[in-house]
């Protein structure tokens, strides 16, 4: 489909490990590893937002005629990629602190409403930009893949709970408790006398310290595991499976594992900005 040639290309260099740079496990936006360099170096795929805009700007935007046919001086003149690249990386980094602002902008306006409503969603994790493409099918429309990939991510998350942390627990059922006894005692003494909830501490009216309290106990309480929880990856993973279709041999058998598990994790994240200041350094 000439419609779906470009997404194509670039479903096909991830496909074949084009994208796979020399990253350590903390780079942020890094994902599975794809191979091992020479020296022993894992080299890891990544494609953040920003590299994805780069990569259409330079190549994908760039590298076809009016036939959707590629372009004979594209491929017989690299040095002219070369330098568009640098130039947009350069530019990268300088803009750098200005994308950072835009991105906080654009995901407060997109999310407030849905963190007003449920304040938990503060800490939930959503599939990384890389994931997304190394889950789309060839020629796979873009509506027909936002249905599937939304679908699994419940599912996901679902995953991910079948690895336990009993510190991690612990603490966020201690802040839970804490924070849920203030907010409990603010809204007894919003019942008793709502006009006390108008008094100043610290320079903050009490309603202002019901909504903090309020929202770190919700927050929190995303963070305890569930005590009647039935521990299955193999059966969780499965789920997620015919959704994503994606499951790397490696994977096969060792859903229970830590390996699989931090693997998997690359892929869904926390919504992080970090990765745009690591454009310019790729």
Not at 13 to 23: D, E, H, I, T, Y
Not at 95 to 123: C, D, G, K, W
Request: net charge positive; with cysteine.
């Amino acid at each position: 489909m000439r419609l779906m040639r470009k997404e194509n290309y670039l479903i096909g260099m991830l496909n074949k490990g084009v994208l796979a740079f020399p990253l350590s496990t903390w780079v942020p936006g890094a994902g599975p590893t794809f191979k091992l360099g020479p020296d022993g170096m894992q080299h890891r795929l990544i494609l953040t937002k920003t590299l994805e805009w780069t990569l259409n700007w330079c190549i994908l935007q760039s590298m076809f005629d009016r036939k959707f046919c590629i372009r004979g001086d594209f491929i017989s003149n690299p040095r002219t990629l070369k330098n568009r690249l640098m130039v947009v990386g350069l530019a990268m980094l300088l803009l750098s602190p200005f994308l950072v602002i835009f991105m906080v902008v654009y995901l407060f306006l997109r999310h407030a409403e849905q963190f007003y409503n449920h304040p938990s969603t503060a800490s939930s994790r959503r599939w990384s930009n890389l994931a997304k493409w190394m889950f789309r099918e060839f020629n796979e429309v873009d509506h027909l893949f936002k249905h599937r990939i939304n679908s699994s991510v419940m599912h996901a998350s679902e995953y991910l709970k079948q690895f336990p942390s009993p510190i991690i627990s612990i603490i966020a059922k201690f802040i839970s408790f804490v924070s849920g006894g203030f907010a409990a005692v603010l809204i007894i003494i919003a019942f008793l006398e709502e006009s006390l909830l108008e008094g100043h501490i610290f320079g903050r009216n009490l309603f202002w310290y019901a909504a903090v309290f309020g929202t770190i106990t919700a927050i929190s309480r995303a963070a305890v595991t569930d005590e009647i929880l039935v521990l299955d990856p193999e059966g969780a993973m499965s789920i997620v499976v015919q959704h994503t279709h994606y499951m790397p041999k490696r994977w096969r058998g060792k859903e229970n594992t830590e390996t699989v598990r931090i693997e998997f994790e690359t892929l869904f994240q926390v919504s992080s900005l970090v990765p745009i200041f690591v454009l310019p350094v790729i």
